[in-house]
């Protein structure tokens, strides 16, 4: 595969290459640029690569401006030191996003994703090409849609209730149930597992096997034995609500963000 490298520190020009050619000797580099107007005037003038490297801070601006200036026909690896950027960097032709220091696991990673794209093609019985490649990482791309109300019943009567509402969800003897932050506590017909794939992960964190809270739910975070955390919750959570060991880690990642 011929390869274009879109950077501008000599010196992550130069680790990049050693790492191309130690993870895969297939690939060619044919060429190097270092900023948005070589970039341009390289793919205007010369055979569409397989596959571009591409830093994001340019000297001259951010790489994404390349893609309105000329017609990326190439897969493209994101390379940078910022991980801000990641959900504009797959609304284009992108296999892959890469922060550096980038590691050759990492990079290796990448290839295979590449070659499985492309051997999936193949597999079908059709020629490989970069326009309908390209295509499939876009469908495979396209943002999540979660959940944003839930159709509950009150009565005789049914409310549309935002998710924004909700405080968090639970089970009780096999039921799911959902309390909301002015305390009203509704049935939902799916599980935890259907909800946790469903739910905004920024909004929500699976703490154990029968609770999904909020931030804005969590009270009080205390330690609880067995390397767990117990949280106070509100409104009052008639059950014990524990984040489970394995998830401890995550759980204070997710409430620090």
Not at 74 to 84: C, G, L, R
Not at 118 to 128: A, M, Y
Not at 166 to 183: L, M
């Amino acid at each position: 595969m011929n390869v274009l490298i879109v950077e501008d520190e000599e010196l992550a020009v130069k680790k990049l290459q050693k790492l191309i050619a130690e993870a895969d000797a297939s690939l060619t580099v044919v060429g190097i640029t270092a900023s948005i107007e070589e970039s341009v005037d390289w793919l205007e003038n010369h055979p569409a690569p397989d596959l571009i490297f591409m830093d994001i801070e340019l000297a001259d601006g951010q790489s994404f401006e390349i893609f309105e200036q000329v017609n990326v026909q190439s897969t493209v690896i994101f390379t940078t030191s910022y991980d801000e950027y990641a959900l504009q960097a797959f609304k284009v032709n992108s296999i892959d996003y890469l922060l550096k220091p980038i590691q050759k696991e990492d990079l290796q990673r990448s290839l295979k994703k590449l070659r499985d794209l492309r051997g999936s093609q193949q597999t079908e019985g059709v020629p490989f090409s970069i326009e309908k490649l390209i295509k499939e990482l876009q469908l495979q791309q396209q943002p999540i849609e979660f959940r944003k109300r839930f159709l509950v019943r009150q009565g005789q009567r049914l409310l549309s209730i935002e998710t924004s509402e909700i405080a968090y969800f639970f089970t009780d003897e096999r039921f799911s149930f959902f309390k909301t932050h002015n305390n009203q506590k509704f049935l939902v017909e799916y599980t935890l597992d259907e909800l946790g794939e469903n739910l905004d992960p920024h909004q929500f964190f699976r703490i154990s096997r029968s609770v999904i809270v909020t931030h804005q739910a969590v009270e009080q975070i205390q330690p609880y034995f067995g390397n767990r955390l117990s949280l106070n919750l509100h409104p009052t959570f008639e059950k014990e609500a524990i984040v489970s060991r394995e998830k401890v880690s995550d759980f204070k990642k997710w409430m620090g963000k």
